[in-house]
């Protein structure tokens, strides 16, 4: 089913698991939705921001969800020592309306190594979720990790965050999250997301 993309266009990238291809459920499509905007707006339990191994700022995403959350998030930031690529760690959201910031740090995108940049994104969405769950976090919405300034390709991103967040939905602590929401800003992330939602989330 990879193979049906739209005519024309580039074939899904994607070598993950065994819900490559899944079986569609109202029940999980339910629980996901797609949205193109601001994610500092958001009042969900968690956001992801796509931070940086220092954990200390930066632009992006990054950048925004600071300025948003105010001087407070980067004090405390301080304080983490920094997280490992593929990994995550959660903050209060300060002046932000969510109640929670997941820093979770992409991979820079490696060509050469498609495979292990594939696996840190990956672990980026389900370590995520499980500090999320963790911390009683039912509702979180995800930036597109890694798609801006660490060059992640969106149409491979896309399906890795959907892959990971439906093989987390389907496992043992699936049913304690109620709703993830992938946060789009450009185009090509829109764009990516529409095409592969599809697959991953099938309509009922
Ligand atoms: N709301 C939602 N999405 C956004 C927003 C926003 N306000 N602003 C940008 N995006 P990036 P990375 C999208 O570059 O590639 C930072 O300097 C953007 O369109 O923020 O993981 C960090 O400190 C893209 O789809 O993160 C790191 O050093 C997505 O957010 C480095 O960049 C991620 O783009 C991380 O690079």
């Known amino acids: 089913k990879l193979e049906a993309a739209p005519p024309g266009s580039k074939p899904i990238r994607t070598r993950l698991g ?57 004090q405390e930031c301080k304080g983490l020592g920094g997280c490992p690529t593929g990994q995550a760690k959660i903050t209060n959201a300060y002046e932000l309306p969510c109640k929670k910031v997941i820093h979770a740090v992409g991979p820079v995108y490696d060509p050469i190594h498609h495979d292990r940049s594939e696996a840190s994104l990956v672990s980026c969405y389900i370590e995520s979720l499980k500090l999320a769950v963790k911390n009683s976090c039912r509702t979180i919405a ?9 060059g992640y390709p ?16 389907t496992g043992h602590d699936g049913s304690k999250i109620d709703k993830v929401v992938f946060v789009t800003f450009e185009r090509k992330d829109v764009d990516a997301y529409d095409e592969a939602i599809p697959l991953y989330f099938p309509p009922v």
């Open 18 to 74: 065994p819900d490559k291809i899944p079986e569609p459920s109202k029940a999980l499509n339910d629980r996901v939705a797609l949205l193109r905007g601001d994610i500092t707006t958001l009042a969900v339990d968690a956001i992801v921001n796509a931070a940086n191994r220092s954990l200390l700022g930066g632009g992006g995403v990054d950048g925004a969800i600071h300025r948003a959350a105010g001087p407070e998030l980067y």
């Open 142 to 150: 995800f930036s597109g990790i890694s798609t801006g300034v660490y």
């Open 154 to 169: 969106s149409r491979d991103a896309a399906p890795a965050a959907l892959s990971a967040v439906r093989h987390f939905l």
